[in-house]
């Protein structure tokens, strides 16, 4: 099993930024590539960014040069820096874990608020 933990969600205003951490733990060799989604309420839960065991990053278009997604792997941790908020950016994040073969893991989300 793989455990994550998520951190860093607040209220921000409108073009302020986050940084969110995902912290793995437990069979974290048998991930694959870890990602960031989201889900504002009332919507389904959408792909924020992810990457990958390689360092290969992907990004939602409506986050593209406004979010990073990076690693540090002496830390098992992934995060997402996000600059240039915006009230659309307002939802729950979660971090996951994909380990292949369709199996992957949730962590129990973080709250990003971004006030206009």
């Known amino acids: 099993q793989v455990q994550l933990v998520e951190s860093g969600g607040g209220l921000v205003q409108t073009g302020g930024s986050l940084t969110l951490s995902c912290v793995a733990s437990?069979?974290?060799?048998?991930?694959?590539?870890m990602g960031w989604y989201r889900q504002a309420p009332g919507k389904q839960r959408e792909l924020v960014a992810s990457?990958?065991?390689?360092?290969?990053?992907n990004y939602a278009d409506f986050v593209k040069g406004r979010f990073t997604i990076f690693r540090e792997n002496a830390k098992n941790t992934v995060y997402l820096q996000m600059n240039s908020l915006k009230p659309e950016d307002t939802a729950d994040y979660y971090c996951y874990a994909a380990l292949g073969y369709g199996l992957g893991y949730w962590g129990q989300g973080t709250q990003v608020t971004v006030s206009s």
């Open positions: 990457i990958t065991s390689s360092a290969t990053t």
């Open positions: 437990g069979s974290i060799e048998r991930i694959v590539a």
